[in-house]
Nanobody, 128 residues
């Protein structure tokens, strides 16, 4: 069972930055595609970013392109989400996810929730 633990959320002013981290408890993480999702209050959870198992391929939802960067450190079994130029509409609970089915970003993007391992989430609040 892959266990994922997020950290790095908090309160930040608009145009500020935060870096989220997601640490995995097992080495199986290295063979899995990873991603970040978010859920704003009263809205459905949405995809944010994905990265393949090797770290060389990434994919983003349009609203965060250029502003957010997903990366991973295989030696530390950790995936990151660097968030710059934050906007109030980025306010949400951010969830780390690991694919149950594959090593490519396609196993994250559009995947049904049951096909992913989930972290517990970390709150990001952006004030104007």
């Amino acid at each position: 069972q892959v266990q994922l633990v997020e950290s790095g959320g908090g309160l930040v002013q608009a145009v500020g930055s935060l870096r989220l981290s997601c640490a995995s408890s097992v080495r199986a993480f290295r063979n899995l595609a990873m991603g970040w999702f978010r859920q704003a209050s009263g809205k459905e959870r949405e995809f944010v970013a994905a990265i393949n198992c090797g770290g060389g391929v990434t994919y983003y939802t349009d609203s965060v392109k250029v502003r957010f960067t997903i990366s991973r450190d295989l030696a530390k079994d950790t995936v990151y989400l660097q968030m710059n130029s934050l906007k109030p509409e980025d306010t949400a609970v951010y969830y780390c996810a690991a694919s149950r089915t594959g090593d490519s970003t396609t196993s994250i993007v559009g995947a049904p929730p049951e096909n992913l391992h989930w972290g517990q989430g970390t709150q990001v609040t952006v004030t104007s």
